[in-house]
C-alpha cells in the first residue's frame, strides 16, 4: 500500500516538473537551460508540498495504533527521499545527461497521440555540441 500511494504522489509530481521542462525546452531548445528553468519554477512548489506531506505522516506516526505508525513512517520517509534524491537530484541529472534524447518522439507514437513527431534540431546528446543529427 505504501509503494502504490508513493509511486502515485511520484509520477504526479514528476508529470509536473518534466512538462514544465518540455515547456522549456520547446521555448529554448536548450536541455540543460530547459532544466535549470524547470525545476526553477517547479521545484519550490513540489518541495514545499512534499514537506507538508512529510509533516503530515510524522504526525500520524504518533498515532498509537501500530499499523497506522507503520504506514505514516514508510510513507513519510518515501516521501523525504523522493523529494531530496529522486526529483531534486536524479531526475535534473538525468535529464541533462540524455540531452534532446528525453524528447525524442518517433513518428507513429506521435500518431496515436495526434500531436507532432519531435523533430531532430540542435547539437548532439547533451546539448553540448558533440554530435549532430
Not at 27 to 51: E, H, M, Q
Not at 81 to 101: C, E, K, Q, Y
Amino acid at each position: 500500500m505504501v509503494f502504490a500511494f508513493l509511486f502515485g504522489l511520484s509520477m504526479d509530481y514528476e508529470v509536473f516538473i518534466l512538462s514544465r521542462m518540455r515547456e522549456e525546452y520547446d521555448a529554448t531548445g536548450s536541455t540543460d537551460t530547459a532544466v535549470v528553468r524547470g525545476i526553477g519554477r517547479t521545484g519550490r512548489l513540489v518541495t514545499s508540498a512534499a514537506l507538508i506531506l512529510f509533516l503530515a505522516f510524522v504526525s500520524m506516526a504518533t498515532a498509537p495504533d501500530t499499523d497506522v505508525k507503520v504506514l505514516a513512517t514508510g510513507l513519510a520517509a518515501g516521501i523525504l527521499v523522493d523529494a531530496t534524491l529522486i526529483r531534486a537530484l536524479l531526475v535534473p541529472a538525468i535529464v541533462s545527461l540524455f540531452g534532446r534524447w528525453n524528447w525524442w518522439l518517433p513518428a507513429r507514437p506521435a500518431r496515436i497521440l495526434r500531436v507532432e513527431p519531435s523533430r531532430a534540431r540542435g547539437p548532439g546528446p547533451t546539448d553540448r555540441g558533440t554530435a549532430t543529427i
